[in-house]
């Protein structure tokens, strides 16, 4: 008679891989997260062995005591917190005005929804050499604004060249 073969379980806290509908295999795993709390995570691979070396790797970091970063908060959400907690608290109060200013008209509308642990350096350097080349004030609307107070005998000079129309031109 043939030797029954015992099934071989995972240790616990291993984590479990398994085949979803769309091809894909999705490791789900327990993980410290930074503020010390556990909580269960979904990793996608293409095929079992990038699932399992992703836990491999996972489990390595949890092994060396480095909490994995489970967040799915945004740049703009970061950088809100950041001036609120930490800003406003270390630098003058000018400072701080200055600093919430360049964040909300330039950081939050330019990168503040991508997710922050998927941002890279290619993403700033895009919206860097975005930012030079874009008109600031028509991009703001400050020209909207401050066409709607101009009666049309004045020197529009000042006006940037896509704004320089007659406010009934505008609207």
Wanted: aromatic share 8%; proline share 5%.
């Amino acid at each position: 008679m043939a030797e029954k073969r015992q099934r071989t379980r995972n240790p616990n806290g291993s984590g479990t891989i398994g085949p979803r509908k769309d091809g894909r295999y999705e490791l789900k795993l327990f993980v410290d997260t930074p503020d010390g709390r556990r909580k269960r995570i979904s990793v996608y691979g293409a095929s079992w062995e990038e699932a399992d070396a992703e836990r491999t790797r996972l489990k390595e970091l949890q092994r060396r005591g480095i909490p994995v970063d489970v967040t799915t908060m945004t740049v703009g959400k970061y950088l809100q917190q950041w001036l609120e907690d930490v800003a406003r608290h270390q630098v003058r109060p000018t400072t701080y005005r200055s600093y919430e200013q360049l964040v909300r008209l330039y950081l939050v509308p330019g990168l503040g929804k991508k997710k922050l642990r998927a941002l890279q350096a290619q993403h700033v350097r895009t919206w860097l050499s975005g930012l030079a080349t874009k008109c600031q004030c028509c991009a703001q609307n400050k020209d909207v604004k401050r066409t709607l107070n101009l009666d049309p005998p004045m020197n529009w000079r000042w006006l940037c060249v896509g704004m320089r129309k007659v406010p009934s031109e505008l609207g």
